[in-house]
């Protein structure tokens, strides 16, 4: 399944490491989806740190999703996690500043985290957690048309010629600055919404 024809009746919103659905980008997101498509489903849900139990979080709560009419996006780790639903699932998918490696990028945060938005959360990193990350990384990407990609040159923690090798053939908005969180995503929003289908529901 390319790009979606029509806008996805479901979507859902995939944070990255450390990260919550206090995301900015996901608050900005959602913020325009309540007041142009109030009528989409909208799930940003809390990951554990496990990814086998984050994966089995994100299946249970989405079986009853069409995977016709759905779509995820996901940042970082979350582009990651949204790889392995679009494959799965046969979805479209936004990836934000994607994680192509986390098995290997990861394996350096082993031990005691604090939760980006709240640092007075405490979680831990055990190391089985990198088998599960290997565990759940595609072979490949089956059908790049599938994909669009966001990726910043000015990305601090990911390198964005790995990123663009990896989603290579997908519809891609290369910046030449901006910075891992994408700061500046506000201003890319509409490449988004335009591949979702949903810029014709703007006032």
């Known amino acids: 399944m390319p790009a979606p024809a029509h806008p996805p009746t479901h979507l859902l919103y995939l944070h990255g490491f450390r990260s ?3 995301s900015f980008k996901a608050r900005l997101l959602h913020a325009w ?3 142009h498509a109030p009528s989409l489903t909208w799930w940003c849900p809390q990951l554990p740190p496990s990814p086998r139990a984050a994966w089995q979080l994100i299946r249970d ?15 970082s780790l979350g582009g990651f996690y949204a790889t392995v639903v679009a494959e799965a699932y046969g979805c479209p998918a936004v990836v ?8 290997r990028d990861l394996a350096h945060y082993i031990g005691d985290q604090t939760a980006y938005h709240d640092p007075a959360l405490h979680f831990r990193f055990e190391p089985e957690y990198v088998d599960e990350l290997r565990a759940l990384t595609p072979a490949r990407i089956s059908d790049p048309s599938r994909y669009a990609a966001v990726i910043a040159k000015g990305d601090e923690l ?16 290369l910046l030449e600055g901006s ?6 995503f506000a201003q890319h929003l509409g490449f988004v919404l335009d591949f979702l289908r949903l810029r014709p529901h703007t006032v």
Do not use: C, I, K
């Open 20 to 22: 919550s659905p206090q």
């Open 33 to 35: 989806l309540q007041q």
């Open 61 to 75: 709560g989405t079986s009853g999703w069409p995977a016709h009419s759905m779509a995820v996006l996901g940042s």
């Open 96 to 103: 934000l500043n994607p994680a192509v490696d986390p098995a």
């Open 158 to 173: 990911l390198d964005w010629r790995e990123m663009s090798r990896r989603y290579a053939g997908s519809r891609m908005l």
């Open 179 to 184: 910075d891992h969180a994408l700061s500046d």
